[in-house]
């Protein structure tokens, strides 16, 4: 299982004056996804980016760019992001209002639907979505900065995702988003995590590290 894992650096910890070279540098470095958090400064204390920097900066990268957005209201955004370039995009149900609608609103779109659970979110939330996602996101801190804790707690909610989704058969991917580091990668890995997001982890040291960061996140 742990040689099949995605390593999904997050962007927001990246040099934001050179990010086209700190994409380049992460893929050369190993990175399978490029992890981008988009933050309004309303569903989430904190404001990132938006469609026109994904846009500008699609073209840097060969990797699918993995959307998490953190926004409230999501639909009448979908389109702008799927048009900048997004592979999938992930969408919260705590930012409301109709998260059944919004996923499938991104599959007509033609790109991979994703449904993200905050902490303090119980997993049957996504019970009524399965049939409409192709990646479930725990997310192991409260979303809106990079450079938290990882949340324990989290850990029985992605072994509860894992069970949902091998029941369904179908390939869905399982993310964590928040605190990862090679020790808490681990655990999540054991939990049944198929991807990891890592800001913190994996641009630390600048990029002479990146490989060597990415490869510890592995095991
Ligand atoms: C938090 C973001 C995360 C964050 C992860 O809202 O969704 O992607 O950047 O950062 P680290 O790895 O530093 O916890
Ligand atoms: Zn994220």
């Known amino acids: ?12 910890s990246a040099d934001f004056a050179r990010l086209g070279a700190e994409i380049q540098a992460i893929e050369a470095a190993g990175a ?3 992890h981008v958090d988009v933050m ?4 989430v204390p904190n404001i990132t980016i938006g469609p026109a ?12 760019f993995d959307v998490h957005l953190m926004i409230s209201p999501v639909d009448p955004y979908l389109e702008a992001f ?15 209002p109709h998260v059944h609608r919004s996923l499938q609103q991104i599959r007509k779109l033609g790109k991979k639907a994703g449904v993200v659970l905050n902490p303090g979110t119980p997993i049957d939330e996504i019970d009524n979505l399965m049939d409409l996602v192709d990646l479930i996101l725990i997310m192991t801190v ?16 992605i072994e509860a995702a894992r069970k949902r989704i091998d029941a369904t058969g179908r390939d869905i991917a399982l993310e964590v988003d928040g605190g990862i580091t090679p020790q ?16 913190t982890a994996v641009f630390q040291g600048g990029p002479s590290q990146y490989a ?3 490869a510890a996140l592995r095991g």
Do not use: C, Y
């Open 1 to 12: 299982m742990a040689s099949a894992v995605k390593i999904a650096p997050s962007i927001l």
């Open 32 to 34: 399978d996804l490029i």
């Open 40 to 43: 309004d400064g309303h569903f």
């Open 53 to 64: 920097v994904i846009k500008a900066l699609r073209p840097h990268g060969k990797k699918p």
């Open 82 to 96: 799927a048009d900048a370039g997004a592979d999938t995009l992930t969408v919260h149900p705590e930012a409301g």
């Open 142 to 157: 409260n979303p809106g900065f990079g450079g938290q804790s990882f949340i324990e707690s989290q850990l029985p909610k």
């Open 184 to 199: 808490t990668a681990k655990r999540a890995i054991a939990a049944g995590a198929t991807v990891l997001v890592a800001g």
């Open 212 to 214: 060597a960061n990415i």
